[in-house]
């Protein structure tokens, strides 16, 4: 069983930045992604990253939005830079230990979820 905790987010001014966290409780599965959703929007990917570092980006977060891992910690990272109010929304940290492995895979094919945390951007 692999639980995921988010941490890190917040309310910032356009043009902002934010650093979400996610601790992996056991081991860093195949898969590992931040998803987002907006109020009556479907749960979209943002960014995604495989278990051998390769990484994929929805388009409209590519040049501000970096994913990453620390293996020796067991974290996700989601470092998002230039944030607009668009970005407004729950982030959530999912993760599988199947392929395929990217941005585009979508929300029902992860097995594992984090509770979310909320990032607000004003203008």
């Known amino acids: 069983q692999v639980q995921l905790v988010e941490s890190g987010g917040g309310s910032v001014q356009s043009g902002g930045s934010l650093r979400l966290s996610c601790a992996v409780s056991?081991?860093?599965?195949?898969?590992m992604a931040w998803f987002r959703q907006a109020p009556g929007k479907e749960r979209e990917g943002v960014a995604a990253?495989?278990?051998?570092?390769?990484?994929t980006y929805a388009e409209d977060v590519k040049g501000r939005f970096t994913i990453s891992q620390d293996n020796t910690k067991n974290t996700l990272y989601l470092q998002m830079n230039s944030l607009k109010p668009e970005d407004t929304a729950i982030y959530y940290c999912?993760?599988?230990?199947?392929?395929?492995?990217?941005?585009?895979?979508?929300?029902?094919?992860?097995?594992?979820w984090g509770q979310g945390t909320q990032v607000t951007v004003s203008s």
């Open positions: 990253i495989s278990k051998d570092a390769v990484t």
């Open positions: 999912a993760a599988d230990t199947s392929a395929p492995c990217t941005s585009g895979r979508r929300y029902w094919g992860f097995q594992y």
């Open positions: 056991v081991y860093t599965p195949y898969c």
